[in-house]
T-cell receptor
Framework: GNSVTQMEGPVTLSEEAFLTINCTYT??????LFWYVQYPGEGLQLLLK?????DKGSNKGFEATYRKETTSFHLEKGSVQVSDSAVYFC?????????????FGKGTKLTVNP | GAVVSQHPSRVICKSGTSVKIECRSL??????MFWYRQFPKQSLMLMAT?????????EQGVEKDKFLINHASLTLSTLTVTSAHPEDSSFYIC????????????FGSGTRLTVV
Protein backbone atom coordinates (compact mmCIF):
# COMPACT_ATOMS: atom_id res chain seq x y z
CA GLY A 1 0.00 0.00 0.00
CA ASN A 2 0.84 3.67 0.08
CA SER A 3 2.14 5.19 3.28
CA VAL A 4 4.29 7.97 4.67
CA THR A 5 6.47 7.75 7.75
CA GLN A 6 7.94 10.88 9.26
CA MET A 7 9.95 11.44 12.37
CA GLU A 8 7.95 11.86 15.49
CA GLY A 9 8.10 15.10 17.29
CA PRO A 10 7.95 17.33 18.94
CA VAL A 11 11.11 19.02 17.76
CA THR A 12 12.38 22.01 19.70
CA LEU A 13 15.17 24.17 18.32
CA SER A 14 16.76 27.50 19.03
CA GLU A 15 16.53 30.25 16.46
CA GLU A 16 19.09 29.92 13.64
CA ALA A 17 19.57 26.20 14.26
CA PHE A 18 19.60 23.67 11.42
CA LEU A 19 16.44 21.70 10.86
CA THR A 20 15.94 18.22 9.45
CA ILE A 21 12.63 16.39 9.50
CA ASN A 22 12.92 12.91 8.06
CA CYS A 23 10.28 11.46 5.78
CA THR A 24 10.21 8.12 4.00
CA TYR A 25 7.49 6.66 1.87
CA THR A 26 6.10 3.48 0.42
CA UNK A 27 4.16 3.72 -2.79
CA UNK A 28 3.01 1.76 -5.78
CA UNK A 29 3.80 3.57 -8.97
CA UNK A 30 5.49 6.95 -9.12
CA UNK A 31 4.18 9.33 -6.48
CA UNK A 32 4.51 13.06 -6.21
CA LEU A 33 5.84 14.19 -2.84
CA PHE A 34 4.83 17.18 -0.75
CA TRP A 35 5.55 19.01 2.46
CA TYR A 36 2.65 20.90 4.00
CA VAL A 37 2.76 23.27 6.97
CA GLN A 38 -0.04 23.90 9.43
CA TYR A 39 0.04 26.91 11.72
CA PRO A 40 -2.04 26.79 14.91
CA GLY A 41 -5.78 26.81 14.24
CA GLU A 42 -5.37 26.92 10.49
CA GLY A 43 -5.63 24.61 7.51
CA LEU A 44 -2.69 23.27 5.56
CA GLN A 45 -0.49 25.27 3.26
CA LEU A 46 1.69 23.73 0.60
CA LEU A 47 5.31 24.37 1.48
CA LEU A 48 7.05 22.60 -1.38
CA LYS A 49 6.71 19.66 -3.70
CA UNK A 50 8.62 17.40 -6.08
CA UNK A 51 7.07 15.35 -8.82
CA UNK A 52 9.88 13.06 -9.95
CA UNK A 53 13.09 11.48 -8.75
CA UNK A 54 16.00 13.86 -8.02
CA ASP A 55 13.72 16.89 -8.12
CA LYS A 56 14.37 19.41 -5.36
CA GLY A 57 11.48 21.39 -3.97
CA SER A 58 12.29 24.64 -2.22
CA ASN A 59 10.40 27.52 -0.62
CA LYS A 60 11.03 30.05 2.15
CA GLY A 61 14.47 28.57 2.83
CA PHE A 62 13.14 25.02 3.14
CA GLU A 63 14.35 22.29 0.80
CA ALA A 64 13.60 18.65 0.16
CA THR A 65 14.96 16.31 -2.50
CA TYR A 66 13.02 13.40 -3.97
CA ARG A 67 15.29 10.40 -3.42
CA LYS A 68 13.93 7.36 -5.18
CA GLU A 69 16.81 5.09 -4.16
CA THR A 70 16.13 5.68 -0.46
CA THR A 71 12.40 6.44 -0.86
CA SER A 72 12.91 9.61 1.13
CA PHE A 73 11.93 13.28 1.04
CA HIS A 74 13.62 14.83 4.07
CA LEU A 75 12.82 18.45 4.87
CA GLU A 76 15.74 20.77 5.69
CA LYS A 77 16.29 24.40 6.56
CA GLY A 78 19.64 25.91 7.33
CA SER A 79 18.51 28.51 9.86
CA VAL A 80 15.08 28.34 11.45
CA GLN A 81 13.12 31.29 12.76
CA VAL A 82 10.52 31.59 15.51
CA SER A 83 7.92 32.09 12.80
CA ASP A 84 8.66 28.58 11.47
CA SER A 85 6.99 27.08 14.54
CA ALA A 86 4.20 24.90 13.15
CA VAL A 87 3.28 21.31 12.37
CA TYR A 88 4.87 19.90 9.23
CA PHE A 89 3.27 17.10 7.23
CA CYS A 90 4.97 14.98 4.61
CA UNK A 91 2.60 13.59 2.00
CA UNK A 92 2.49 11.68 -1.23
CA UNK A 93 0.02 11.73 -4.06
CA UNK A 94 -0.68 8.72 -6.16
CA UNK A 95 -3.37 7.71 -8.57
CA UNK A 96 -5.75 5.34 -6.85
CA UNK A 97 -9.07 4.09 -8.10
CA UNK A 98 -9.10 6.51 -10.98
CA UNK A 99 -8.36 9.60 -8.91
CA UNK A 100 -5.45 11.21 -7.16
CA UNK A 101 -5.32 10.97 -3.37
CA UNK A 102 -3.05 12.49 -0.78
CA UNK A 103 -1.62 10.25 1.91
CA PHE A 104 -0.22 12.08 4.92
CA GLY A 105 2.37 11.30 7.52
CA LYS A 106 1.43 11.89 11.14
CA GLY A 107 2.99 15.31 11.30
CA THR A 108 5.94 16.73 13.21
CA LYS A 109 5.47 19.65 15.53
CA LEU A 110 8.31 22.14 15.42
CA THR A 111 8.85 24.77 18.09
CA VAL A 112 11.55 27.37 17.58
CA ASN A 113 12.60 29.35 20.63
CA PRO A 114 14.15 32.82 20.46
CA GLY B 1 -2.78 31.16 -7.20
CA ALA B 2 -5.55 28.79 -6.25
CA VAL B 3 -7.65 29.72 -3.23
CA VAL B 4 -10.14 27.63 -1.31
CA SER B 5 -12.50 29.28 1.13
CA GLN B 6 -14.01 27.21 3.93
CA HIS B 7 -16.87 28.46 6.08
CA PRO B 8 -17.55 28.68 8.94
CA SER B 9 -14.19 28.66 10.68
CA ARG B 10 -15.78 27.77 14.01
CA VAL B 11 -19.18 26.44 14.93
CA ILE B 12 -20.74 25.28 18.17
CA CYS B 13 -23.94 23.30 17.96
CA LYS B 14 -26.21 21.36 20.26
CA SER B 15 -26.21 17.59 20.26
CA GLY B 16 -28.77 16.23 17.81
CA THR B 17 -28.68 19.15 15.39
CA SER B 18 -27.09 19.25 11.94
CA VAL B 19 -24.26 21.45 10.79
CA LYS B 20 -23.28 22.37 7.24
CA ILE B 21 -19.73 23.29 6.26
CA GLU B 22 -19.04 24.92 2.90
CA CYS B 23 -15.93 24.68 0.79
CA ARG B 24 -15.55 26.97 -2.22
CA SER B 25 -12.85 27.25 -4.83
CA LEU B 26 -12.60 30.97 -5.54
CA UNK B 27 -10.52 31.23 -8.67
CA UNK B 28 -10.50 27.81 -10.25
CA UNK B 29 -12.84 24.98 -11.07
CA UNK B 30 -12.45 22.18 -8.59
CA UNK B 31 -13.03 18.92 -10.36
CA UNK B 32 -12.39 16.99 -7.16
CA MET B 33 -12.81 17.98 -3.54
CA PHE B 34 -11.68 16.10 -0.49
CA TRP B 35 -12.91 16.22 3.09
CA TYR B 36 -10.60 15.43 5.98
CA ARG B 37 -11.01 15.14 9.69
CA GLN B 38 -8.17 15.95 12.04
CA PHE B 39 -8.09 14.80 15.64
CA PRO B 40 -5.99 16.70 18.16
CA LYS B 41 -2.26 16.25 17.59
CA GLN B 42 -2.90 13.76 14.81
CA SER B 43 -2.70 13.64 11.08
CA LEU B 44 -5.48 14.22 8.61
CA MET B 45 -7.85 11.38 8.00
CA LEU B 46 -9.46 11.37 4.57
CA MET B 47 -13.20 11.01 4.95
CA ALA B 48 -14.42 11.20 1.39
CA THR B 49 -13.65 12.27 -2.14
CA UNK B 50 -16.25 14.06 -4.22
CA UNK B 51 -16.36 14.78 -7.93
CA UNK B 52 -18.68 17.41 -9.29
CA UNK B 53 -22.06 16.03 -10.19
CA UNK B 54 -21.53 12.56 -8.81
CA UNK B 55 -21.87 10.81 -5.49
CA UNK B 56 -19.03 11.06 -3.03
CA UNK B 57 -16.73 8.12 -2.42
CA UNK B 58 -16.37 7.50 1.28
CA GLU B 59 -13.38 5.94 2.98
CA GLN B 60 -13.81 2.77 4.93
CA GLY B 61 -15.35 3.35 8.33
CA VAL B 62 -16.91 6.72 7.48
CA GLU B 63 -20.70 6.78 7.79
CA LYS B 64 -22.15 8.22 4.61
CA ASP B 65 -25.52 8.88 6.25
CA LYS B 66 -23.81 10.74 9.04
CA PHE B 67 -21.53 12.87 6.89
CA LEU B 68 -23.47 14.02 3.85
CA ILE B 69 -21.37 15.44 1.04
CA ASN B 70 -22.73 17.40 -1.88
CA HIS B 71 -20.63 18.65 -4.78
CA ALA B 72 -23.25 20.31 -6.92
CA SER B 73 -20.99 22.66 -8.84
CA LEU B 74 -17.37 23.00 -9.85
CA THR B 75 -16.80 25.61 -7.17
CA LEU B 76 -18.77 24.37 -4.18
CA SER B 77 -18.83 21.29 -2.00
CA THR B 78 -20.65 20.97 1.31
CA LEU B 79 -20.27 18.62 4.24
CA THR B 80 -23.27 18.22 6.51
CA VAL B 81 -22.79 16.54 9.85
CA THR B 82 -26.22 15.15 10.66
CA SER B 83 -27.53 14.56 14.17
CA ALA B 84 -24.23 15.69 15.61
CA HIS B 85 -22.90 14.21 18.83
CA PRO B 86 -20.01 15.30 21.05
CA GLU B 87 -17.76 12.64 19.51
CA ASP B 88 -18.16 14.42 16.16
CA SER B 89 -16.34 17.41 17.59
CA SER B 90 -13.21 17.82 15.51
CA PHE B 91 -11.35 19.95 13.00
CA TYR B 92 -12.67 19.42 9.47
CA ILE B 93 -10.62 20.48 6.47
CA CYS B 94 -11.50 20.47 2.80
CA UNK B 95 -9.15 20.53 -0.15
CA UNK B 96 -9.67 20.87 -3.84
CA UNK B 97 -7.84 20.11 -7.02
CA UNK B 98 -8.57 21.37 -10.49
CA UNK B 99 -7.51 20.45 -13.97
CA UNK B 100 -4.22 22.33 -13.64
CA UNK B 101 -2.23 20.01 -11.42
CA UNK B 102 0.54 22.58 -11.10
CA UNK B 103 -1.54 24.17 -8.38
CA UNK B 104 -1.63 20.89 -6.53
CA UNK B 105 -4.06 20.38 -3.71
CA UNK B 106 -5.34 23.59 -2.18
CA PHE B 107 -6.66 23.43 1.35
CA GLY B 108 -9.32 25.41 3.11
CA SER B 109 -8.55 26.98 6.47
CA GLY B 110 -10.57 24.39 8.35
CA THR B 111 -13.66 24.35 10.53
CA ARG B 112 -13.55 23.72 14.25
CA LEU B 113 -16.78 21.93 15.17
CA THR B 114 -17.75 21.65 18.81
CA VAL B 115 -20.88 19.71 19.72
CA VAL B 116 -22.21 20.38 23.20
Amino acid sequence: GNSVTQMEGPVTLSEEAFLTINCTYTATGYPSLFWYVQYPGEGLQLLLKATKADDKGSNKGFEATYRKETTSFHLEKGSVQVSDSAVYFCALSVAQGGSEKLVFGKGTKLTVNP
Amino acid sequence: GAVVSQHPSRVICKSGTSVKIECRSLDFQATTMFWYRQFPKQSLMLMATSNEGSKATYEQGVEKDKFLINHASLTLSTLTVTSAHPEDSSFYICSAIGTDFNYGYTFGSGTRLTVV
